[in-house]
């Protein structure tokens, strides 16, 4: 099976850095992706490590380690327009993702 | 552009009632899903279908059926609504294999059951 742990909320100021945590247990282990939610729409996808260490998009980069079961997103230079929820996913070999429970950012000025 | 895109924003039903739910997307994914979203509890898989006509449980699949009789359609069905299925209801769609880890969801359906 699988089970995923992500904190609940964080609040930042604007600029700021902020460090999103995933841990997982999974019997059967393809990578991690990230997505990103606003209030009232769809998630999004962010990113996707299927291998050991950083990838980077812009502001935002994700980490993985497999030893580990280790995962984390990391929101550079925080904007207005990140507060949203952030949900880490593992991808097993079903084509599944299995989602946690989210992170919710607030960027406040 | 994909587009999944769903039947409804928002929904209200009785208790009972027979509930239908569509799904479409328009970039030919072998692969599509439905989710719920509730408070606190992330994403939860109901159903998925990896090709036409053909179905998986998720982890979620009491009380729901699902059809896929066409590629590009994936339909959600509460056989007869309950008032815990008051919900946030995703969509979502992705390629297959190596590239599954990038699943494309609808706007969602809020369906409220009374």
């Known amino acids: 099976g699988q089970s995923l742990e992500q904190p609940s909320e964080v609040t930042a100021v604007e600029g700021a850095i902020v460090q999103i945590n995933c841990t997982y247990q999974?019997?059967?282990?393809?990578?991690l992706s990230w997505y990103q939610q606003h209030d009232g729409g769809a998630p999004t996808f962010l990113s996707y490590n299927g291998l050991d260490g950083l990838e980077e998009t812009g502001r935002f980069s994700s980490f993985l380690s497999r030893s580990d079961s280790y995962g984390y997103l990391l929101l550079q230079e925080l904007q207005m327009k990140d507060s949203a929820s952030y949900f880490c996913a593992v991808r097993g070999g079903n084509n599944r993702l299995a989602f946690g429970k989210g992170n919710q950012v607030v960027v406040i000025p | 552009d994909v587009k999944v895109t769903q039947s409804s924003r928002y929904l209200v039903k009785r208790t009972g009632e027979k509930v239908f739910l569509e799904c479409v997307q328009d970039?030919?994914?072998?692969?599509m899903f439905w989710y719920r979203q509730d408070p606190g509890l992330g994403l939860r898989l109901i159903y998925f279908?990896?090709?036409?006509?053909?179905?998986e449980k998720g982890d979620i699949p009491e009380g729901y059926s699902v059809s896929r009789e066409k590629k590009e359609r994936f339909s959600l069905i509460l056989e007869s609504a309950s008032t815990n299925q008051t919900s946030m209801y995703l969509c979502a769609s992705s390629l297959t294999g190596d590239l599954a880890y990038e699943q494309y969801f609808g706007p969602g359906t809020r369906l409220t059951v009374t």
């Open positions: 970039m030919d994914h072998e692969n």
């Open positions: 279908s990896y090709d036409v006509k053909m179905k």
């Open positions: 999974t019997s059967g282990f393809y990578g």
